[in-house]
């Protein structure tokens, strides 16, 4: 029996879970906070970090900004590539205006960028602002 990690999203902790259990809706073992779902979670720059390093999921990040019209523009986008993808991929948000540094540290030139990280390295980015369908697709390509 296998198991992957799975980087919570909400408090940061890594949890073995089954291969098996990936889509009965596996919950942390800290904070109870579900593990895999086909939503946009919110991070920090600590999530970020372990879980782009950790997970064995692929995981899509979105590199954005508040004050950014085509990062607003793709938010609901971004949310409906997740629904329709499901649980095969986690998907996250980072504030770039909020944690700065993650920008230097994963070389954001502009945003929206969205980067693909799967078993512990970037496996591909894209800039700009996409519909769902695109978002979708360039996932499916790269996973």
């Known amino acids: 029996m296998s198991a992957k990690n799975l980087t919570c999203l909400s408090c940061g902790t890594v949890n073995r879970v089954p291969e098996e259990r990936l889509s009965s809706k596996p919950k942390c073992g800290t904070c109870g906070q579900p593990l895999n779902q ?7 720059a600590a999530t970020l970090t372990k879980a782009s390093k950790r997970d064995q999921l692929p995981l899509v990040v979105d590199f954005w900004a508040p004050w950014c019209g085509p990062c607003r523009m793709m ?10 993808l499901g649980t095969a991929v986690r998907f996250a948000k980072i504030n ?3 944690f700065p540094a993650v920008s230097r ?6 945003i929206p960028t969205m980067a693909l990280f799967k078993n512990g390295k970037e ?3 894209q800039s700009g602002a996409l519909r769902a369908d ?10």
């Open 38 to 44: 086909p939503k946009v979670t919110e991070i920090d």
């Open 75 to 84: 938010a609901p986008e971004f949310s409906k590539a997740a629904t329709r």
């Open 96 to 98: 770039t205006e909020e």
């Open 105 to 110: 540290r994963h070389n954001i030139r502009g």
């Open 123 to 125: 496996v591909a980015r």
């Open 134 to 143: 695109q978002i979708k697709a360039w996932v499916e390509s790269h996973s």
